[in-house]
């Protein structure tokens, strides 16, 4: 799922940026409208256009998206307004949703999936199926044959990126980016990679089939 981003405040837009790639996103960002106007608009499935930009008119660039473009993907807006009368009028025109400045970026997430729940392009991408195995995204819920099988949160999210790439290579660097981001100490990677992906095949027997490569790339078999 593609998200785009117009946002000129630089930190806020990284940290929204890696809070949506860690869930799978693929995310851009523009900074200007010349930008974003000079953009290939085919296959986003939803837009978080700040509504303060400080050069053109952010007006012009939301209508533009609708009329000129004739698109109808979803739309949040993010403002520093709080005035009830400016989200009232947004919410009438153009947009999908409002998200008043500051904000948490959980919150920012749930609204995404809320909305992207709701278009079509989001239909069936809630549950990922591998052999006879069936991981619901939404509620971190693994069956297999319609039985429930527990796991950790990392085992979970394990699990769910794999599911999501399935049959690609999958090197041992990525995934300690996606899933172990927030772990600054690389003399433990190794060791907590290979003791998790291991009790991970326990647990799930040998139908989850994850072929190893000189213990530096993984994929799922066929």
Known sequence: MHIWILEDEDLLAANIS?????????????????DFYQSNFKQINLFIIDITLWEESWFDAIKWLREKQKNFTPIIITSGYNDVDNKIFWLHIWADDYLEKPFEPEELLARIKALLRRSFEFINQNELSYKDFLYNVEYKKLTYLWKEIELTK??????????????????????????????????????????????????????????TIVWLWYSLKK
């Open 18 to 34: 890696k809070k949506l790639s860690r869930h799978w996103f693929e995310v851009s960002v523009f900074h200007t409208l010349h």
């Open 154 to 211: 990392k085992e979970y999210e394990i699990v769910e990126y794999f599911f999501i790439h399935q049959w690609k290579i999958i090197s041992k660097n990525t995934l300690t980016e996606v899933i172990w981001w927030n772990n600054s100490n690389t003399m433990i990677w190794d060791n907590t990679i290979n003791v998790t992906l291991s009790r991970l095949r326990k647990k799930l027997w040998n139908d989850f089939e994850l072929s």
